[in-house]
T-cell receptor, first 113, second 114 residues
Framework: EAQVTQNPRYLITVTGKKLTVTCSQNMNHEYMSWYRQDPGLGLRQIYYSMNVEVTDKGDVPEGYKVSRKEKRNFPLILESPSPNQTSLYFC????????????FGDGTRLSIL | AQSVAQPEDQVNVAEGNPLTVKCTYSVSGNPYLFWYVQYPNRGLQFLLKYITGDNLVKGSYGFEAEFNKSQTSFHLKKPSALVSDSALYFCAVRDSGSARQLTFGSGTQLTVLP
């Protein structure tokens, strides 16, 4: 089954404790991205990757890091999480960036205390 | 710059009635337009897209959307709503002539009343 898998689905942690949210897709997609969803703001892109070893900032990259060492994986790293990063996070992938629909994971709800 | 607006946070409609979820956009070039649906505790699911061609686009679950270039709109429609259509709907746009990524609207919560 074609899917985007995120882990963990839920996480409660404390300020400053480094965390990683993993994302993996099994569709051989080139393009992957991370979004955060906040009430009234829709989805805002954090980082994206056009292909292996190619990443770039989205609209709200501050406080986040990503890497793309393999085509299927695109982890999101919060090196020193802060309460304003409490949000619902989605990973997505598509064959290309241009006009293809994106496939989304089921989301990761992060709470930073 | 590219942007998208969903003017209604909430839309309520009775089961069996037609539904419309509004979306307007702004791009410099030609738009690529998408509708996604989000059910509770799930990621977004693709419904339909407009890239070029026929202004009326048909998608999944009986949904359709009409691209109107003069009004810069891409409203989502369904002739007869089902209770199971209740969900959060997102419109998204990308300027075909830009390197920018997809921009999402703020979402519209659709509630279909039995």
């Amino acid at each position: 089954e074609a899917q985007v898998t995120q882990n963990p689905r839920y996480l409660i942690t404390v300020t400053g404790k480094k965390l990683t949210v993993t994302c993996s897709q099994n569709m051989n997609h080139e393009y992957m991205s991370w979004y955060r969803q906040d009430p009234g703001l829709g989805l805002r892109q954090i980082y994206y990757s056009m292909n292996v070893e190619v990443t770039d900032k989205g609209d709200v990259p501050e406080g986040y890091k990503v890497s793309r060492k393999e085509k299927r994986n695109f982890p999101l790293i919060l090196e020193s999480p802060s309460p304003n990063q409490t949000s619902l996070y989605f990973c997505a992938s598509s064959m290309t960036v241009s006009n293809q629909p994106q496939h989304f994971g089921d989301g990761t709800r992060l709470s930073i205390l | 710059a590219q942007s998208v607006a969903q003017p209604e946070d909430q839309v309520n409609v009775a089961e069996g009635n037609p539904l419309t979820v509004k979306c307007t956009y702004s791009v410099s070039g030609n738009p690529y337009l998408f509708w996604y649906v989000q059910y509770p505790n799930r990621g977004l699911q693709f419904l339909l897209k407009y890239i070029t061609g026929d202004n009326l686009v048909k998608g999944s679950y009986g949904f359709e959307a009409e691209f109107n270039k003069s009004q810069t709109s891409f409203h989502l429609k369904k002739p007869s709503a089902l209770v199971s259509d209740s969900a959060l709907y997102f419109c998204a746009v990308r300027d075909s002539g830009s390197a920018r990524q997809l921009t999402f609207g703020s979402g519209t919560q659709l509630t279909v009343l039995p």
